[in-house]
C-alpha cells in the first residue's frame, strides 16, 4: 500500500512540473491585420521584464511575423533604461539553468531610444528554447554599463513558452488598432 502511494506521488508530481515548462499557455501570440492597409502584424502577449526598481534594466520581447497567414520567430527585441545612454552593438548573455551560456550581439544602428534588435536571420529560437533560463545580462555596447537579471523561476521558461505558443499554435486574433 505504502509502496503504491508514493509511486502514485511520484507520479503526479512529475506530470505537474513536466505541464509546468512545456505546456504554459499564459504567452500567446496574437496576430491582426490594418484594416486600412491590409498588412498583417503578429506580437506576443507578454514580455520579459527584466528590473528591479523600475528605473534600470530591461524588456525583452520576441519578435514575430506575420506573412500569408504564417507566424514565423524574427529574432527579438531589449529596450533597456538607466544602462547608458545611447546604444550601439550591445551583448545580451542567456544562462541557463544547466550553467551553459549563450551570447548575442545587437545588429541594428546607433540609437538613443534604448532599443537593442538581436538575432537578425531569427534562426536561434531552438537555442534560447531549449532550457529555463537563470539570469540574463544585458551590456551596453557604446557605454559598457551592465545590468544583470536573476530570473525568478515563474519566468524562467519564457523562451520554453513562446516557442510551445508558435509550435502549438496558440494564436489568438486581435485589432491592430
Not at 6 to 34: E, G, P, W
Not at 91 to 120: P, R
Not at 150 to 165: D, L, S, T
Request: hydrophobic letters at 30%.
Amino acid at each position: 500500500m505504502r509502496k503504491s502511494m508514493f509511486l502514485l506521488f511520484v507520479l503526479l508530481l512529475s506530470i505537474k512540473a513536466m505541464s509546468q515548462n512545456k505546456t504554459d499557455t499564459s504567452y500567446y501570440i496574437q496576430a491582426c491585420q490594418d484594416k486600412m492597409t491590409d498588412k498583417k502584424y503578429a506580437f506576443g502577449s507578454k514580455s520579459l521584464l527584466c528590473t528591479e526598481n523600475g528605473k534600470k534594466g530591461f524588456k525583452i520581447s520576441i519578435s514575430w511575423q506575420n506573412k500569408n497567414d504564417e507566424i514565423t520567430y524574427s529574432g527579438f527585441t531589449v529596450t533597456s533604461a538607466g544602462i547608458g545612454t545611447c546604444n550601439e552593438n550591445d551583448e545580451l548573455i542567456l544562462l541557463f539553468e544547466d550553467d551553459s551560456k549563450l551570447k548575442f550581439t545587437s545588429w541594428n544602428k546607433f540609437n538613443c531610444e534604448g532599443n537593442s534588435y538581436f538575432d537578425l536571420y531569427g534562426k536561434s529560437l531552438d537555442e534560447i528554447s531549449s532550457k529555463k533560463v537563470k539570469t540574463i545580462r544585458f551590456i551596453n555596447g557604446r557605454t559598457f554599463d551592465s545590468y544583470t537579471y536573476e530570473v525568478p523561476e515563474r519566468n524562467q521558461a519564457y523562451f520554453i513558452q513562446a516557442k510551445y505558443a508558435l509550435e502549438n499554435k496558440i494564436i489568438k486574433n486581435t485589432s491592430c488598432d
